[in-house]
C-alpha cells in the first residue's frame, strides 16, 4: 500500500526551462511534506517542505504546491539547471516519514 | 563538523554471513533510521530508534538486528536470515520533538553480497 507516489519515474528538461516534479499521497491526516534531492551514491540531502496550512513554499529556484483537495503537491525549479540533475523523492510525515519511489531528474544543455 | 557517517561506502560478503554497517552521528541528535533504497523503489524503513536502548522495527525488519547503546551510534546487521541482502543502506537521524520530522541522512553503504 503506497501512501505517497510519484507516478513519473523519470523526466528530462532543457537548462534555463521550468522541471515540475509531482507526488501525490492518499492519507489526508499528513500534516508535513518535504522533498529531497539525491545524487547517485550519496544520503538525499534536504530541499525544501511545506506544511498543510500552506498552499505554497518558495525557496530560491525552487518551490513547492500543495493541492489538499487533491491530495497532490508539486516541486517546481526555475530555471532548471544541469547540476540538479538527481532523483528526488517527496516525503510525507505521519507517525514516520514516507517516501514516495523518486523520479529521476535529467537538466541537459 | 556535524553530520553522519556511514562506513564503508562499499561492502562485499559471502552468502551466508552476518555483516554489520556502521552509523555514527555527532548532531546531539535523538533519533536515528535505517533505510534500504533499492532500485525504482523508494526508501523503506527498516528500524528507528527515538531514544538510547530503545528501538523499533520498521516496515521491512526481517532479517536485520540493530542496537542503540550509545546516542550517536546506531549499528545494522544484516544477517543470513535476509532473503536479498544486496541493496544501498542509507542512515539518518533527527532532533525528537521537532514540528517536523526533518532527517538528515549518511552518505550510504553499498552491500553486495555474492
Known amino acids: 500500500d503506497q501512501q505517497v507516489k510519484q507516478n513519473s519515474p523519470s523526466l528530462s528538461v532543457q537548462e534555463g526551462r521550468i522541471s515540475i516534479l509531482n507526488c501525490d499521497y492518499t492519507?489526508?491526516?499528513?500534516?508535513?511534506f518535504l522533498w529531497y534531492k539525491k545524487y547517485p551514491a550519496e544520503g538525499p540531502t534536504f530541499l525544501i517542505s511545506i506544511s498543510s496550512i500552506k498552499d505554497k513554499n518558495e525557496d530560491g529556484r525552487f518551490t513547492v504546491f500543495l493541492n489538499k483537495s487533491a491530495k497532490h503537491l508539486s516541486l517546481h525549479i526555475v530555471p532548471s539547471q544541469p547540476g540538479d540533475s538527481a532523483v528526488y523523492f517527496c516525503?510525507?510525515?505521519?507517525?514516520?516519514?514516507?517516501f514516495g519511489t523518486g523520479t529521476r531528474l535529467q537538466v541537459f544543455p | 563538523d556535524g553530520g553522519i557517517t556511514q562506513s564503508p561506502k562499499y561492502l562485499f560478503r559471502k552468502e551466508g554471513q552476518n555483516v554489520t554497517l556502521s552509523c555514527e552521528q555527532n548532531l546531539n541528535h535523538d533519533a536515528m533510521y535505517w533505510y534500504r533504497q533499492d532500485p525504482g523503489q523508494g526508501l523503506r524503513l527498516i528500524y528507528y530508534s527515538q531514544i538510547v536502548n530503545d528501538f523499533q522495527k520498521g516496515d521491512i525488519a526481517e532479517g536485520y538486528s540493530v542496537s542503540r547503546e550509545k546516542k550517536e551510534s546506531f549499528p545494522l546487521t544484516v544477517t543470513s536470515a535476509q532473503k536479498n541482502p544486496t541493496a544501498f543502506y542509507l542512515c539518518a537521524s533527527s532532533i525528537q520533538g521537532s514540528d517536523y520530522n526533518e532527517q538528515f541522512f549518511g552518505p550510504g553503504t553499498r552491500l553486495t553480497v555474492l
Open positions: 492519507n489526508s491526516m499528513f500534516d508535513y
Open positions: 516525503a510525507a510525515v505521519g507517525d514516520k516519514l514516507i
